[in-house]
C-alpha cells in the first residue's frame, strides 16, 4: 500500500465551525507533513510530525490544531477560520524525517470557508 | 539559502512533439532534485529525483531529466508529450548537507499540450 488518504475530498464551513481534516498512511512512514496550497501556487509547509512528535509549526495561527494520534493518522482541527484559508490542504508522509525530500502525497482536502 | 525557479509559468507543446519544463537551483552543497506533478484537485505526484550518481535520470510516464552541475539545471523532459500530460509541474530543491526539513518547491509550470 503506497497511499495516503485523505478525508474529506470537500469541505464547506462557515467562520464559526469546527471541523477536522483526517490523513492516513499504511506504509510505516514516521514522518507526515501538513501543506496549504493556494490556486497555481506551490505547496506550503505547515506542521510536521516526526515520530508522532510536532517536531515544525512554520508560524501557523492557533486556528489551525495539528494531531498525531498514531503513527497512521495525522488530523488537523479547524476552528474559527477566515475566508483567506480556503485552500487545497495537503498531507503527505516520507519514510521518516531524514528522507523528508521523498515525500508520498495525499489527493487533498478542498477547504472552502463562507 | 537555497532556492529553486521555474522560469515559464507556462510551456506549451503540441502532441508528439518533445517537451522541456525548465528548472534552476541554488544551494550551497550538493543538491538533491525532484520533479513532481498534480493534475486538477489532486495531490502532487513524485516523478523523479537526482540524488546522486548518472546525471541523465529517467521517472514514471516516460519522463526524465538530466542534472547540470555547470549550469545548475535540473530540466524536464519528454521526448513525445501526451494531451494526457498537461498538469502542474513543480520542481524541488534540498541542500543535501542540510540538516531538518528544507524541501523548497518551485513556483509551478503549467503544461498544455495541444491534440
Known amino acids: 500500500d503506497t497511499e495516503v488518504t485523505q478525508t474529506p475530498k470537500h469541505l464547506v464551513m462557515g467562520m464559526t465551525n469546527k471541523k477536522s481534516l483526517k490523513c492516513e498512511q499504511h506504509m510505516g512512514h514516521r514522518a507526515m507533513y501538513w501543506y496549504k496550497q493556494k490556486a497555481k501556487k506551490p505547496p506550503e509547509l505547515m506542521f510536521v510530525?516526526?515520530?508522532?512528535?510536532?517536531?515544525i509549526n512554520e508560524s501557523v495561527p492557533s486556528r489551525f490544531s495539528p494531531e498525531c494520534p498514531n503513527s497512521s493518522l495525522l488530523n488537523l482541527h479547524l476552528h474559527a477560520l477566515q475566508p483567506e484559508d480556503s485552500a487545497l490542504y495537503l498531507c503527505?508522509?516520507?519514510?521518516?524525517?531524514?528522507?523528508?525530500?521523498?515525500?508520498?502525497f495525499g489527493p487533498g482536502t478542498r477547504l472552502t470557508v463562507t | 539559502a537555497q532556492s529553486v525557479a521555474q522560469p515559464e509559468d507556462q510551456v506549451n507543446v503540441a502532441e508528439g512533439n518533445p517537451l522541456t519544463v525548465k528548472c534552476t537551483y541554488s544551494?550551497?552543497?550538493?543538491?538533491?532534485l525532484f520533479w513532481y506533478v498534480q493534475y486538477p484537485n489532486r495531490g502532487l505526484q513524485f516523478l523523479l529525483k537526482?540524488?546522486?550518481?548518472?546525471?541523465l535520470v529517467k521517472g514514471s510516464y516516460g519522463f526524465e531529466a538530466e542534472f547540470n552541475k555547470s549550469q545548475t539545471s535540473f530540466h524536464l523532459k519528454k521526448p513525445s508529450a501526451l494531451v494526457s500530460d498537461s498538469a502542474l509541474y513543480f520542481c524541488a530543491v534540498r541542500d543535501a548537507n542540510t540538516g531538518g526539513f528544507k524541501t523548497i518547491f518551485g513556483a509551478g509550470t503549467r503544461l498544455f499540450v495541444k491534440a
Open positions: 503527505a508522509s516520507s519514510q521518516d524525517p531524514n528522507r523528508e525530500y521523498e515525500q508520498y
Open positions: 510530525y516526526s515520530y508522532e512528535k510536532l517536531s
Open positions: 537526482y540524488i546522486t550518481g548518472d546525471n
Open positions: 544551494v550551497s552543497g550538493n543538491p538533491y
